[in-house]
């Protein structure tokens, strides 16, 4: 580690909040969340950015955080699954998946949530189509992909109506 430089602290918004993080430049972020900070929710696939367990929000576009080196995040908004249910409140996208039985093992499902979550915050009303090449680089060995489908589908509607009030 000697050719990494070490940071006297980058500061991000995480999930709502303000907070700063000291480590090496070069860490992954994915190592930073799990480990430094202690969001376990964010899961180590690959380790090369091409499963998409990994995946987060970094000023709303949905990125692989395992290949993310902490310093590419500096000062920008990050969102982690942890967010789904932030203060007590069950964003409509985790309540979806729970009412349409679309978590199987549920390694791969906080990448997809993300993924999912990043197109319905720009485009709620998603086409399938949309949805489907949203969730494209997010892989799932279980097989749950139609539940999935029907639950970011379900989500979108639910968005979409509570915006039309």
Do not use: W
């Not at 918004?13 to 972020?29: A, E, K, R, V, Y």
Request: aromatic residues 2%.
């Amino acid at each position: 580690m000697a050719d990494q430089q070490s940071t006297e602290g980058i500061t991000v918004t995480l999930n709502g909040g303000q907070t700063t993080i000291s480590g090496h430049d070069t860490l992954p972020l994915l190592h930073v969340l799990r480990e430094v900070l202690g969001l376990k929710g964010t899961r180590f696939g690959c380790g090369q950015g091409t499963c998409g367990a990994c995946t987060v929000i970094v000023e709303g576009k949905a990125v692989t955080s395992c290949d993310l080196p902490l310093e590419a995040v500096r000062g920008k908004r990050i969102e982690t699954v942890e967010c789904l249910a932030a203060g007590g409140a069950t964003h409509p996208l985790a309540e979806a998946v729970l009412a349409c039985q679309a978590a199987q093992c549920g390694y791969c499902l906080p990448g997809i949530l993300m993924a999912a979550k990043a197109l319905l915050d720009r485009e709620p009303d998603a086409p399938d189509a949309r949805i489907r090449e949203a969730l494209d680089d997010n892989l799932c060995r279980c097989g749950a992909h139609l539940r999935i489908l029907r639950a970011v589908r379900l989500a979108g509607e639910v968005m979409t109506a509570a915006t039309d009030r």
